[in-house]
């Protein structure tokens, strides 16, 4: 069995979708160590809401912070203390979907971040969307990643932009995954239909 850390660029870049269409995919589990805000439509939630099959488990969060903030900053108005040893992944026999917060240096502590929680036998994808300055983003994400050894892929979100991808993809030289399409709106259909596109490469 496999794990799969989803990962994006930056904040708001499609990770929760990316992950909705890799669980379907995948038949897999899903799991968000550390929710911030939005509980009454957290990701957890929102995620399965898009799955079709009836295979894939949602697991509970190790952390539920109620402030829509980085992990560490929600953490401190609510007098909560986020610590590693406290963040086990489940335990499963199907493949595991596990979504981070924001991007890979998201503090979630004064010692740790997002990326303290990858560990070497993760799969990673990274969601990579166009902004001005997002070559950037998704340089320093992919290329830390690789330097530390993970096994790195990527997927496109919104609208294409060629130039964009093709220097990311140029130079990083990882597996592409697909591309999510700035689509009117997403359910369930829409997501397994990305799911089986996505699956051979996954």
């Not at 199907?94 to 890979?104: C, M, S």
Request: aromatic fraction near 6%; hydrophobic fraction near 40%; include cysteine.
């Amino acid at each position: 069995m496999s794990t799969y850390f989803i990962t994006g660029i930056g904040t708001d870049v499609g990770k929760t979708v990316a992950s909705a269409i890799v669980t379907e995919a995948l038949e897999a589990d899903y799991w968000k160590p550390i929710q911030a805000g939005e509980l009454e439509h957290c990701d957890t939630k929102k995620v399965q809401q898009l799955i079709s099959n009836k295979l894939s488990k949602f697991h509970k969060n190790s952390y539920t912070l109620k402030t829509p903030m980085s992990p560490h900053a929600a953490a401190d108005v609510e007098g909560v203390s986020i610590e590693l040893k406290h963040i086990k992944p489940p335990k499963t026999k199907n493949d595991l979907v596990i979504e981070g917060a924001g991007g890979l240096l998201v503090p979630i502590n004064e010692n740790n971040t997002i990326l303290d929680l990858i560990k070497p036998n993760y799969k990673v994808v990274v969601v990579s969307r166009h902004y001005l300055g997002s070559i950037n983003h998704s340089l320093l994400t992919i290329n830390l990643l690789k330097d530390k050894g993970f096994d790195v892929s990527v997927i496109f979100s919104g609208i294409e932009h060629k130039t964009t991808e093709d220097i990311i993809i140029k130079m990083t030289t990882v597996n592409v995954i697909g591309r999510i399409e700035e689509e009117p709106y997403f359910d369930k259909n829409v997501v397994k239909a990305y799911a089986e596109e996505f699956r051979d490469n996954l």
